[in-house]
T-cell receptor, first 114, second 112 residues
Framework: AQKITQTQPGMFVQEKEAVTLDCTYDTSDQSYGLFWYKQPSSGEMIFLIYQGSYDEQNATEGRYSLNFQKARKSANLVISASQLGDSAMYFC???????????FGAGTTVTVRA | EAQVTQNPRYLITVTGKKLTVTCSQNMNHEYMSWYRQDPGLGLRQIYYSMNVEVTDKGDVPEGYKVSRKEKRNFPLILESPSPNQTSLYFCASWGGYDQPQHFGDGTRLSIL
């Protein structure tokens, strides 16, 4: 069974600072994929970044980077130079060896202060 | 524009009155799924589909039905809705293992 844990229910960050959102996962599979999604207050789910379990380099997408530590089973999201528009709920998700199942963590709410 | 379209966006109804939430995608994706989102629980998978006429249960399938008669459509059916099915529902589609899921804008259901 797959389990995703996000231990930070809510965080505050100052505009232009970096913020790290924690995500740990539990799986016995060797092949898996990790995703981060953003959900603003308007409700839609926005894909941010993907990391495959066999990828040797950490994924980056613009201001988003994924700090992937396979041995520790962690996949933390780093948002650099926070903007007011980054205020949202962020979800970590994992896909196991099968293509059709995606398991989500409970989410972390980020509030960016001016 | 590539998109997943859900309807309705909002619905308030009463216990026991059958309802259907439609989902349509225009990306020719093989895989589709339904989720419900509840506070503190993240998103939980209700049903998924790997292709036309191929569906299977997710983590919380009780009280729901789905069908996939066409590749683009994946409706969610609540035959006899109950108040514990009040939630925010998302439909998603994707093209392959390392591809992100594209989500619809969500359907907020309130069952009184």
């Amino acid at each position: 069974a797959q389990k995703i844990t996000q231990t930070q229910p809510g965080m505050f960050v100052q505009e232009k600072e970096a913020v790290t959102l924690d995500c740990t996962y539990d799986t016995s599979d060797q092949s898996y994929g990790l995703f981060w999604y953003k959900q603003p207050s308007s409700g839609e789910m926005i894909f941010l970044i993907y990391q495959g379990s066999y990828d040797e380099q950490n994924a980056t997408e613009g201001r988003y980077s994924l700090n992937f530590q396979k041995a520790r089973k962690s996949a933390n999201l780093v948002i650099s130079a926070s903007q007011l528009g980054d205020s949202a709920m962020y979800f970590c998700a994992m896909r196991g060896p099968t293509t059709y199942k995606l398991s989500f963590g409970a989410g972390t709410t980020v509030t960016v202060r001016a | 524009e590539a998109q997943v379209t859900q309807n309705p966006r909002y619905l308030i109804t009463v216990t026991g009155k059958k309802l259907t939430v439609t989902c349509s995608q225009n990306m020719n994706h093989e895989y589709m799924s339904w989720y419900r989102q509840d506070p503190g629980l993240g998103l939980r998978q209700i049903y998924y589909s790997m292709n036309v006429e191929v569906t299977d249960k997710g983590d919380v399938p009780e009280g729901y039905k789905v069908s996939r008669k066409e590749k683009r459509n994946f409706p969610l059916i609540l035959e006899s809705p109950s108040p514990n099915q009040t939630s925010l529902y998302f439909c998603a589609s994707w093209g392959g293992y390392d591809q992100p899921q594209h989500f619809g804008d969500g359907t907020r259901l309130s069952i009184l």
